[in-house]
C-alpha cells in the first residue's frame, strides 16, 4: 500500500536540509510496519515524497507504475523477496537506484545484491543519519552537473555524457546510475592505476565505507556488459597489488 503525508508530531519533525532534493520520491520497502514508519517520518523530515510498499510483489507493481527516484529495499519480503524485485527490474531495462536495507549482513549477501544491480547495502540495526547520508548521495548522483554534447568512444563503445547514455556495438547498454558514475571515473582518469580506495572516494564520497569486493563487483559488471570479451579485457585492466586502470 502506498503511504500518504500523515501527521507529525511537531516533537519528531525535523528542517529539511538545504540538499537541493527536496520533492524527489523515495520508495520504501519494508514489511516491518514501526521501520517503515520510522523510515517515511525521517524522510519525508527531509523533505522527500514517500511510498511505502510491504511486499516484493507490490514494489514491483509501484515502481513498474510510478517510476519512483530512489527505492529503500530490505531483503526479506512476504510474496517476492528483496533480490527477487532488483533482479526482475534489471532485467525489465529499470534502473532506478536501490539501496538494500537488510538483517543479511554476510559478506555474499551484499556482494549478491550489488552483482544484481544495487546501488548499495547497509545492514540492519542501521544508523538513520548514515542511511539518509547514503539517499543524498544516491540522489545527487541522479543530478551530477556533466559536460554538454561530450562523446566518450572505445572499441565499440559510445558513450554519450550529458544523455549518461551508453551503446556497445550500436546496441543500448543499461548501466545503473553507479556503474555509469564508476565508468566516468575510470575513463576519467584514462592510464592512471586507480586504487579500490580512490575509486570509493570519487564515485562514493569520502565517508563511505565499502568493502574490497564492492569495486570487485562493479568492475565485473562493467566487464559484461562492455568488453567485447568479458574474460580478456582490453579496457577495464586489473592492476595487481594496486587496483584497476582504464585503457582505450
Known amino acids: 500500500m502506498t503511504s500518504s503525508k500523515g501527521d507529525v508530531p511537531d516533537s519528531q519533525k525535523r528542517v529539511p536540509d538545504s540538499h537541493g532534493l527536496e520533492g524527489r520520491y523515495v520508495l ?3 514489511d516491518d510496519p514501526s521501520i517503515a514508519l520510522g523510515l517515511r517520518i525521517n524522510l519525508e523530515a527531509e523533505g522527500y515524497r514517500v511510498a511505502l510498499a510491504e511486499d516484493g510483489e507490490l514494489a514491483l507493481e509501484l515502481i513498474r507504475q510510478e517510476r519512483p527516484d530512489l527505492v529503500v ?22 534502473s532506478v537506484p536501490i539501496i538494500v536495507l537488510s538483517a543479511r549482513t554476510g559478506e555474499m549477501d551484499k556482494v549478491t545484491g550489488l552483482e544484481l544491480g544495487a546501488e548499495d547495502y547497509v545492514a540492519k540495526p542501521f544508523s538513520l543519519a548514515e542511511l539518509l547520508a547514503r539517499v543524498r548521495v544516491a540522489l545527487r548522483r541522479l543530478q551530477k552537473p556533466v559536460p554538454k554534447s561530450e562523446l566518450i568512444k572505445f572499441s565499440a563503445v559510445e558513450v554519450d555524457v550529458s544523455a549518461r547514455a551508453v551503446r556497445h556495438a550500436g546496441a543500448p547498454v543499461d548501466l545503473t546510475a553507479t556503474e555509469f558514475d564508476v565508468l566516468m571515473c575510470l575513463v576519467g582518469n584514462r592510464g592512471k592505476a586507480l586504487s579500490r580506495d580512490d575509486i570509493f572516494r570519487k564515485v562514493w564520497g569520502p565517508n563511505h565505507h565499502g568493502t574490497p569486493r564492492t569495486i570487485d563487483n562493479f568492475m565485473q559488471q ?24 582504464f585503457d582505450g
Open 28 to 30: 520504501v520497502v519494508e
Open 73 to 94: 529495499l530490505d531483503v526479506m519480503l512476504p510474496r517476492k523477496n528483496g533480490f527477487e524485485v532488483i533482479h526482475e527490474l534489471r532485467s525489465e531495462g529499470i
Open 222 to 245: 562493467l566487464r559484461q556488459k562492455l568488453e567485447t570479451d568479458p574474460g580478456n579485457p582490453r579496457h577495464f585492466l586489473t592492476v595487481r597489488g594496486v587496483g584497476y586502470r
